[in-house]
């Protein structure tokens, strides 16, 4: 019988944490810097907990489905290319957060660049 509690304690502790739906630390709105050959560019990123960042520099861009996995982050999408070709050209970030820190790559068939932001 002891046993048998302790079972549905265990059971019903679990349910109870895949349930709680907790907040990845990359969440809010964050100053970046990407270091680009240009120069360092500036921009806000708002992160949301659905996986949407809207990225406000010199345009706005959304890019949705983002992998928010507790300090890491990653996400992937298709720009213009900047070398005047009419073809698209994917890009993909990943980098983690710690504390009001975010730090990655973004990784491009042109070259890789330093991304750096701190939590507003």
Same mark, same amino acid.
Do not use: E, L
């Given at each position: 019988m002891v046993n048998m509690r302790k079972t549905f304690l265990v059971i019903?502790?679990?349910l109870f944490l895949a349930a709680c739906d907790i907040e990845s630390v990359s969440v809010g709105d964050w100053n970046i810097?990407?270091?680009t050959e240009?120069?360092?560019?500036?921009?806000?990123?708002?992160?949301?907990? $659905? +996986?949407?960042?809207t990225i406000a520099g010199d345009a706005i861009r959304v890019v949705e489905g983002a992998i928010l996995e507790g300090s890491r982050i990653s996400w992937s999408d298709e720009i213009s290319n900047p070398s005047g070709s009419e073809q698209m050209m994917r890009i993909n970030f990943s980098g983690t957060v $710690? +504390?009001?820190n975010l730090q990655g790559t973004i990784f491009t068939t042109l070259g890789n660049l330093t991304v750096n932001g701190t939590r507003q």
């Open positions: 019903t502790i679990s810097i990407v270091d240009f120069g360092m560019q500036s921009s806000v990123w708002t992160i949301t907990a $659905d +996986g949407t960042i $710690d +504390g009001n």
